[in-house]
């Protein structure tokens, strides 16, 4: 077994709610190994994007009360300063979301979108960025990348600029993705397709993968490991073909009977 790119050891997340901390998220363990992928399963309001948000450390601290471990590649995010977390969130670690479109620049070309991470992230020239941003969006499998790079986010649609979205991520060289919700918003074939380009890079790429789903469908075409999340907790967890085939709790059980 690889040793673990991102381990979350008790997380617990709280966000204050009339003078006192409510936690949403009560105690959360798992790890991810480089070159695999882990999914988080559950239904919606279950603390799946808090979890990955508090990994991230997205939350206002004077609303948002994060305890636990996190740690990236031995070093516990939850302890770094605000500025180093900065520089963790550009470069080691990549988040994907449900709806691209909230997260592109509507005024800039594709293009120019990639580039703009290659050169604050990478610290390439533009010239070298031009160049690399055609080779992103190669490897995300868009045709004719070379006039694609001229469009406007909203020429697109919803399947592309996920793909952008993931060439954005990639940019980075991230060590871990973490995709939450990634293909709720799309089509089922444009889902497969999405899933799949998931999966060869990994292959390609080598990153350890987090997938937050709320459909065990999906879990079952990428997981290697599924953790199931029920009312801020973990309630089971295993290889993804075993929760398949013997689903220790009811509430896993509920959730498999939804896959058609
Ligand atoms: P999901 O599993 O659907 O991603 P979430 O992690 O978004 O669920 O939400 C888990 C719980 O935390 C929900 O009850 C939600 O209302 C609550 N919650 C999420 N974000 C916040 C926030 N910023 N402030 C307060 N409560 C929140
Ligand atoms: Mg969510």
Known sequence: MAEPVISVSSLRTSFRRKGAWLPVVHDVTFDVAAGETVALVGESGSGKSVTAMSMMRLYAS???RIEGEVKLEGEDLLKLSERRMRDIRGNRIAMIFQEPMTSLNPSLTIGDQISEVLVAHRGLSFTEAARETFGLMEKVRIPSSA???????????????????????????PKLLIADEPTTALDVTIQAQILELIKLLQEEEGMGVLFITHDMGVVAEVADRTIVMYKGDAIERGRTEEIFASPQRAYTRALLSAVP
């Open 62 to 64: 004077d609303t948002c």
């Open 147 to 173: 006039n694609r790079m001229k469009e406007y986010p909203h020429q697109l649609s919803g399947g592309m600029r996920q793909r952008i979205m993931i060439a954005m991520a990639l940019a980075c060289r």
